[in-house]
């Protein structure tokens, strides 16, 4: 069986790493192949593809002009605007977003969970902040804050996001006369290896926060998490999401539920997280 992750750039992906264990730990002959594809060849290899692998991921920066050449597109992947997972099945070429999935186990993993009447706050508005977005939609919070460079440019950005009117966006100058909340989430690359002397906020306005989310998984802990563990807060990477948008995706392609566990052992395994 043959899946890959399609993508422009993807030297240090560490999605084959991940998926090789979620074969061997389900006993599976399966095989991820890395996909280096050029913008221009993008449609014509999407409809390659399908004669060689039972589905793909997709990556930066596809998941959005994949969803055109797509016969079908779940509702999460439609709300959010974006397709990180395609299962070819009986011609169809079918688009989900395990990005959102993966931030949902990500929040359970690390009992950030319930966050029903929450206030909560996101940084950056790029892609993987959409399906964060959604989730925390769908997940009956009282008020989502964004945090953007450019709440301008970003509310553009978001004019065909379904919960739209759910978000407010803020400057970060904004957003530091703010009170705290139940959870803040970075969805920018600030703080990213190799630039790991990097954060967001200052460390008096994470500490407002009961909980901090990096979704940086390099380095294992960011200078944004550290400012949070320094203050008592609960905080945590993004590398558990990593693993379980993976499995999530498997799920979809093989057509068979896995067992919760097998993806904590994954990230305990691969991380230590
Ligand atoms: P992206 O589409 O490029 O978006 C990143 C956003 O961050 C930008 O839209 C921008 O928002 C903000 N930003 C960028 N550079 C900034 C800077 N120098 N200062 C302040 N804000 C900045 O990237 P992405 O795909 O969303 O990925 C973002 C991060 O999430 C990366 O570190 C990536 O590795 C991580 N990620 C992790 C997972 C996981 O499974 N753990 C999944 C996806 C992504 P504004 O213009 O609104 O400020």
Redesign the pocket.
């Known amino acids: 069986m043959e899946f890959a992750l399609l993508g422009e750039k993807l030297g240090h992906s560490l999605s084959p790493q991940i998926h090789n264990l979620i074969f061997r730990k389900l006993g599976i002959e399966g095989k991820y192949d890395l996909l280096e594809i050029k913008k221009q060849d993008l449609d014509d290899a999407i409809e390659r593809l399908e004669d060689k692998y039972i589905g793909v991921n997709v990556t ?1 920066p596809y998941k959005i002009a994949v969803m055109k050449k797509l016969t079908f597109i779940s509702p999460e992947a439609k709300a959010i605007g974006a397709v990180n997972t395609i299962y070819f099945s009986k011609g169809e070429r079918r688009g989900y977003n395990t ?1 959102y999935f ?1 931030f949902g186990r990500l929040l359970e993993h690390n009992a950030v969970t319930p966050l029903e009447n929450k206030d909560v706050v996101v940084l ?6 959409r399906a964060v977005l959604q989730y925390l939609v769908d997940s009956g919070t009282k008020s989502i804050t964004v945090a ?3 709440p301008q ?2 509310t553009k950005k978001f004019s065909n996001f379904e919960a739209l009117p759910k978000l407010k966006f803020v400057s970060y100058e904004q957003l530091i006369e703010q009170k705290g909340g139940a959870l803040i989430v970075n ?4 703080g ?1 290896y190799p630039y790991i002397d990097g954060s ?1 906020l200052p460390q008096e306005v994470v500490a407002r926060y009961a909980s901090a989310v990096d ?3 390099n380095p294992v802990e960011t200078l944004f998490m550290s400012y949070a563990k320094a203050a008592g807060r609960s905080t945590c990477n ?2 558990y ?2 693993v379980a ?1 993976a499995v999530a995706a498997e799920e979809i392609w093989l057509g068979r539920e896995i067992q919760a566990g097998l993806i904590a052992s994954i990230a305990q395994e691969i991380q230590g997280v």
């Not at 969805?187 to 600030?190: F, K, L």
């Open positions: 930066i990005d993966g950056g508005s790029g892609g993987a902040a953007t460079r450019s440019d970003a969805t920018t690359p600030v990213m967001p979704l940086i998984y993004g590398f999401m990593l948008q």
